[in-house]
């Protein structure tokens, strides 16, 4: 079994013999030992892409805007990956914005992921039948369960959830009573000698 | 009074860096601290009559152990090297986790020989093998077997029977991953375990050599004095693989010296000392100096670098002991002025370690503080300004924005990864092939490239606006925030200078280690010691913590 410093190595050196900058290479080794940190098959998709990135061209996107398509080709995952993160304060304000033909899209994941923790929401990842849930980089829950993945996502919209509870008020109260079970009654005697400050504090 | 924190601009020169020394701080001092009163045992002596076999040693505490499983192996004179194109070793070792049972044994023989093409799984914890001093090993078994202890100025000259020639840990070929481990209390500090392994194979050296003799004349053989066990250390062969380390981990780099320099300004800080604690430093003072006088070594920069230790060391104890009155205020920092004024960088560095030695409750809150959670300042904050970025680099990199990077002189050298051994190396860019593929450690030169950038570009765009166009200066931008919150995090020299020596920067991460008596072999590689004078294992429970003043040789 390799380990995560491995992965992260060999996946920083790859990247940077396929052309990409050293900083951006940093950026691919951590996003790799991500993926496969969360099990998801990341060196095996970065290994097609780049094998695939030999014979095709692949587009960047500089500036993301709310709805994105390429001009003729796919988009890279990588350099688009890149992007996403550094601009998400800005892709944020749109509350989700939309992609059409990103290239290997597993590969996206783990820079929406640790986007997600910069902005402290989580962001739904979806593209054709598969969904990502990105729990600031902490988790990731998702019905992409061990399915091959796409070399083409065709359509691909991201929606940045606002910081709500996943259950309701009812049963926040139902549990919450049930905690007060482990609670003393203050009694007058208690009152007066169980806590620190005075009873009134005026002075 | 408030003293100031010594100014990274002086501190992280390389010639700087390259005077350190061990301290308490150091991190196989730490480590003893740490095991002290862990069990330490013998689970497993399977040696032959020539000393090959296995050997388990291990250290347990409630339901946690750790064990190093030796494997000696015979190997010809020829095929005997140091470096690290080397492919077989007098010995080899793992630190496993927990207790190993037979498959884990049977497993284990199959790779760990093999070091680096071999393949470790996550049970194992760190690797490493080791060369006999075949001068000094054959020596000793020799007197041994005729029932006589060894030549103590052979010993001296040495210092240790076995030198390793590397150590891995931190997930190398297999091995755990140090998210694994790294919530375990008793190893909440840098290379405690690589710390550990090293130490365990120094006993397994004297447990060897003590076997052999017996064997060669069971009837006559002694054992290895104790006393003469506990002078020897293991030594250990180290070339530029560690020099890119102290540059790929900035935030650890800063956590240690930030440490070293927060231990600095507490002791000067000290208004009245205890006349314990001055007496205490004296002490280690006086008995310092046989560690400088049996410091040995053939390499000419550092016997020059000793003399002037010795020298400035002497003059050093002269004025505290015929001048200098502990009883006034502030005497650490008077002392410390003193010195700065007076002695070498190296002697600066060697007082500076020596005054932590009475201050326990100042090291020990600092130990804790060395390692680094460095994912944590890995994202760049890209939506601060081009201006603020160059204000940082003003403030933080103002003597490496001075090196004029259009001087041949001053980019001569490049940093690679050799394909043979995937080691890093330095070479001369106009002289040899493969400058093409340098590795991003020339980070003076990156920086000064970005600070140009930046200075044509309008001030209050975005860093995300930057990077889009100027992704070659990513891995620069990052540094450069982590430089804003950790000021220690840099080297503050030129890693590519025609003058640059390599192992200045091998000698600042062996400091840290405890290593003593560096012996530089090139500009690329050196020789040191680690643990000698130490305490045995079984030792350890009650042992003089100040053991490293207190060695015989």
């Known amino acids: 079994m390799k380990s995560l410093s491995e992965i992260e190595t060999t996946s920083k050196r790859a990247t940077r013999a396929a052309g990409f900058s050293w900083g951006i290479s940093e950026e691919v080794g951590k996003c790799i030992r991500l993926l496969e940190l969360f099990g998801l098959p990341g060196i095996k998709n970065l290994n097609s892409y780049f094998n695939e990135k030999n014979l095709n061209d692949f587009e960047n996107l500089k500036l993301i805007d709310k709805d994105n398509q390429p001009q003729k080709d796919m988009f890279c995952p990588i350099n688009l990956g890149i992007s996403f993160l550094d601009q998400i304060r800005n892709i944020e304000t749109f509350n989700n914005c939309t992609f059409k033909n990103i290239a290997y899209p597993i590969l996206l994941l783990p820079f929406l992921s640790r986007a997600s923790e910069v902005i402290g929401k989580k962001i739904l990842y979806n593209f054709d039948k598969n969904q990502f849930l990105l729990n600031f980089n902490l988790s990731i829950s998702s019905n992409f369960i061990e399915e091959k993945c796409p070399v083409l996502a065709k359509n691909i919209k991201i929606n940045f959830l606002e910081n709500t509870d996943n259950f309701s008020e009812i049963e926040w109260k139902s549990l919450y009573k049930l905690s007060e079970e482990t609670f003393v009654e203050e009694t007058d005697s208690l009152k007066k000698g169980a806590a620190g400050a005075g009873l009134t504090d005026n002075d | 009074m ?307 230790l010795l020298n400035d060391v002497k003059k050093f104890l002269d004025f505290i002991e015929t001048k200098f009155n502990f009883g006034t205020d502030y005497p650490f920092n008077q002392l410390y002025l003193w010195v700065e004024r007076e002695t070498c960088e190296e002697c600066i560095e060697y007082i500076v370690s020596l005054m932590m030695e009475p201050y326990n409750r100042i090291i020990e809150p600092l130990v804790k503080q060395m390692s680094s959670e460095e994912d944590r300042y890995f994202t760049i904050p890209t939506n601060r300004k081009v201006e603020e970025l160059r204000l940082i680099i003003e403030s933080k990199y103002s003597n490496i924005l001075s090196v004029n990077f259009e001087k041949k002189q001053n980019h001569k050298k490049f940093w690679f990864i050799s394909k043979n051994k995937e080691e890093p190396r330095i070479a001369d860019r106009f002289e040899e092939q493969g400058a093409d593929l340098e590795q991003p450690l020339a980070i003076a030169r990156d920086i000064k490239r970005l600070y140009e950038k930046l200075l044509i570009i309008k001030k209050d765009i975005t860093i995300d606006k930057f990077l889009s166009d100027n992704s070659d200066l990513r891995h620069v931008v990052r540094r450069a925030f982590i430089i804003e919150k950790f000021p220690y995090s840099e080297i503050q020299d030129n890693t590519i200078s025609q003058n640059t020596i390599p192992i200045d920067m091998l000698r600042l991460k062996l400091s840290f280690f405890g290593a003593l008596k560096f012996d530089p072999r090139s500009d690329k590689w050196l020789r040191i010691c680690m643990f000698q004078g130490a305490p045995l294992p079984n030792e350890l429970k009650d042992y003089d913590d100040h053991w490293i003043y207190k060695t015989n040789s």
């Open chain 2, 2 to 308: 408030k003293v100031e924190l010594r100014d990274p601009n002086i501190i992280m020169k390389l010639s700087r860096l390259g005077s350190f020394h061990q301290s308490k701080l150091s991190f196989l001092r730490s480590f003893l601290t740490e095991f002290k009163d862990w069990e330490y045992k013998r689970d497993l002596f399977d040696l032959d009559q020539n000393g090959f076999g296995v050997v388990v040693y291990s250290f347990k505490k409630k339901e946690r152990v750790y064990s190093l499983i030796c494997f000696a192996n015979k190997i010809h004179d020829d095929e005997r090297s140091d470096r690290v194109i080397a492919t077989k070793w007098d010995a080899a070792f793992t630190l496993h986790d927990g207790t190993p049972n037979k498959e884990d044994i049977e497993r284990l023989k199959k790779e760990v020989p093999k070091q680096e093409v071999g393949r470790l799984s996550y049970k194992e914890l760190t690797l490493s093998r080791a060369n006999k001093s075949v001068r000094v090993f054959d020596h000793v078994v020799k007197n041994l077997s005729n029932g006589k202890q060894p030549n103590l100025d052979l010993l001296d000259k040495v210092g240790y029977l076995y030198r390793t020639t590397a150590v891995y840990g931190s997930g190398k070929f297999g091995l755990a991953d140090r998210f694994r481990i790294k919530n375990r209390d008793e190893i909440n500090g840098p290379f405690r375990l690589e710390m550990m392994l090293v130490y365990l194979v120094r006993q397994f050296t004297f447990d060897q050599v003590n076997h052999v003799a017996k064997n060669k004349n069971p009837k006559k053989a002694v054992k290895l004095d104790p006393k003469i066990c506990k002078n020897l250390g293991i030594g250990n062969s180290t070339g530029l693989g560690m020099a890119p380390f102290i540059v790929n981990h900035p935030t650890l780099l800063n956590n240690w010296i930030m440490s070293r320099e927060k231990a600095l300004k507490k002791i000067r800080e000290i208004k009245k000392v205890d006349p314990q604690d001055s007496k205490l430093f004296k002490q280690c003072l006086r008995n310092s100096i046989k560690n400088i006088t049996s410091w040995n070594t053939e390499s000419d920069y550092q016997l020059k670098k000793i003399k002037n």
